[in-house]
């Protein structure tokens, strides 16, 4: 199975399956001498990972990454990398293949296990193998490293719609991200997000969402047109993430209902010397360039697949049948997406950093 590697010069490879006995990946082309702990990254993987509260799936994984290579103690006692690859690994712990064992020889809707079994002609039943969200893991390790190649940038995501149910703007406020198990900046919207998804969780159903993340201090001139532009890069990664259908950078599809006008970002010069933008419609990017505004992109999370109500589908064989998935599964998938979209933006900005360090040296 190819098309495991994300990157150009900062380079991640996953590798592992949900059911295995771990998963990781390896980063290849991080610079040397970056201080950086195993503790530092493990903040990211709690942040992602399952079984903190009834709205996330209850398989019990602490997550706990291990640097296998690529870093050394100095002489003062400070843990650096060294320019080689970084291995991280994150052991399974609480897998549990015997919940799917019902389901081995037959396809659940809206899943891939069709597709993976007409590609490769096998396919992992045991939560998926590698196209379970678990796999994410690896990306939010990666993630906490790329963060220390660009320690001047502040990446921060948030769900800002659950289901057709959106956030007020107007509430947002930053600290009540982790005040709720939603990564939720509208204190009014999270605490209706609560027993509106409790319903669908004792239901046995499921939601999906719109996740936010925003990149700050993002110095001008990342990017390179036209097959290089931030946006798309920004836009792969996003739609790389499990159960992503649909990203947006800046205004997105609200600017196809815009006047020119409108969506123009006006500028006036800063008291800094530098161009202050009197809004953001672009996101940040424009002509596949870094504008110096804040970096915005949304995605759109699908509802989780595995449900308690039974859905039409057919076996390997052909037999028709319905399918009703057990095991333990995320009622809204998106919630912990956060803390993964905010991984790929930091890896994404981390490679265009070092891309243009490249072209055009340090600025």
């Not at 939603?182 to 319903?199: H, M, N, Q, S």
């Not at 159903?205 to 036209?226: M, R, T």
């Not at 990203?247 to 530098?274: H, P, Q, S, Y």
């Not at 933008?277 to 759109?300: K, Y």
Request: aromatic share 6%.
């Amino acid at each position: 199975m190819s098309h495991n590697t994300f990157g150009h010069l900062f380079r991640v490879t996953t590798w592992g399956e949900s059911h295995g006995p771990a998963l990781g990946c390896v980063v290849d082309g991080c610079p040397p001498l970056l201080p950086i702990t195993a503790e530092e990254i493990q903040v990211y993987l709690d942040q992602r990972k399952p079984g903190q509260n009834k709205f996330t799936t209850q398989r019990r994984e602490p997550d706990q990454v291990k640097i296998l290579s690529g870093v050394m103690v100095d002489e003062e006692g400070v843990q650096r990398t060294t320019g080689t690859p970084v291995s991280l690994m994150i052991e399974n712990t609480d897998q549990r293949s015997k919940d799917y064992s019902e389901i081995k020889e037959r396809y659940r809707p809206g899943h891939a296990d069709y597709t993976y079994d007409a590609k490769y002609g096998i396919r992992d039943y045991r939560g998926g193998g590698r196209s379970s969200a678990r796999e994410t893991a690896a990306r939010v390790a990666a993630g906490g490293l790329a963060r220390k190649v660009i320690p001047n940038i502040r990446v921060r995501g948030a769900l800002v719609q659950m289901g057709p149910h959106k956030i007020n703007r107007d509430n947002w406020d930053w600290n009540e991200i982790h005040n709720n198990p939603f990564f939720c900046p509208d204190k009014e919207a999270a605490a209706f997000y609560e027993e509106y998804l409790d319903g669908l969780r004792k239901a046995g159903s499921s939601i999906g969402a719109v996740i936010e993340v925003i990149a700050e201090n993002v110095p001008v001139g990342l990017g390179a047109p036209l097959y290089g532009k931030m946006d798309q890069d920004l836009a792969s990664a996003m739609m790389s993430i499990n159960a992503v259908k649909g990203v947006e950078i800046g205004n997105g599809f609200e600017a196809a209902c815009l006047t020119g006008e409108e969506n123009a970002d006006e500028m006036r010069m800063g008291a800094n010397g530098k161009p202050d933008f009197l809004s953001n419609q672009a996101g940040g990017v424009l002509g596949g360039i870094s504008s110096g505004a804040p970096l915005v992109v949304r995605f759109a999370v699908k509802p989780t697949s595995s449900i308690l109500t039974p859905r039409k589908s057919i076996t390997r064989s052909g037999e028709e049948v319905d399918v009703m998935t057990k095991g333990r599964h995320d009622p809204c998938v998106g919630i912990r997406a956060v803390p993964v979209g905010e991984a790929m933006m930091a890896c994404v900005l981390a490679d265009h950093v070092l891309r243009d360090r490249g072209q055009c040296g340090e600025r």
